[in-house]
């Protein structure tokens, strides 16, 4: 049984950080792709970062240079480093897994989901 469970959502002004976590079970963590998403009200929900099992990494060109994606493999965990926080960046995130069939990004096939946690920037 896959669990994905984030944290470390909360509001921020505009130009702060904060750091988001996936605590990940039921995988064999260090050998599957991960990913960030997001989820705005009356918006589609839009990829945000992806981390491959060889440690390379993707973005949104609305989020390079700001967002940092990494992983712990020994903590089956995943970070979300968001730096320089826009009020534009204010939606509900989700951690997510693959799974056959799931929902294409990036070379990752992602099937299973977070519950999300929310971020709201303010200006």
């Known amino acids: 049984q896959v669990q994905l469970v984030e944290s470390g959502g909360g509001s921020v002004q505009a130009g702060g950080s904060l750091r988001l976590s996936c605590a990940a079970s039921?995988?064999?963590?260090?050998?599957?792709?991960m990913g960030w998403f997001r989820q705005a009200p009356g918006k589609e929900r839009e990829g945000v970062a992806v981390?491959?099992?060889?440690?390379?990494?993707y973005y949104a060109d609305s989020v390079k240079g700001r967002f940092t994606i990494s992983k712990d493999n020994a903590k089956n965990t995943l970070y979300l480093q968001m730096n320089s926080l826009k009020p534009e960046d204010t939606s509900m995130y989700y951690c997510?897994?693959?799974?056959?069939?799931?929902?294409?990004?990036?070379?990752?096939?992602?099937?299973?989901w977070g519950q999300g946690t929310q971020v709201t920037v303010s200006s």
């Open positions: 981390i491959h099992d060889d440690g390379s990494t």
């Open positions: 039921g995988y064999t963590y260090s050998r599957i792709c």
């Open positions: 997510a897994a693959p799974a056959p069939g799931g929902r294409a990004w990036y070379g990752c096939f992602f099937g299973y």
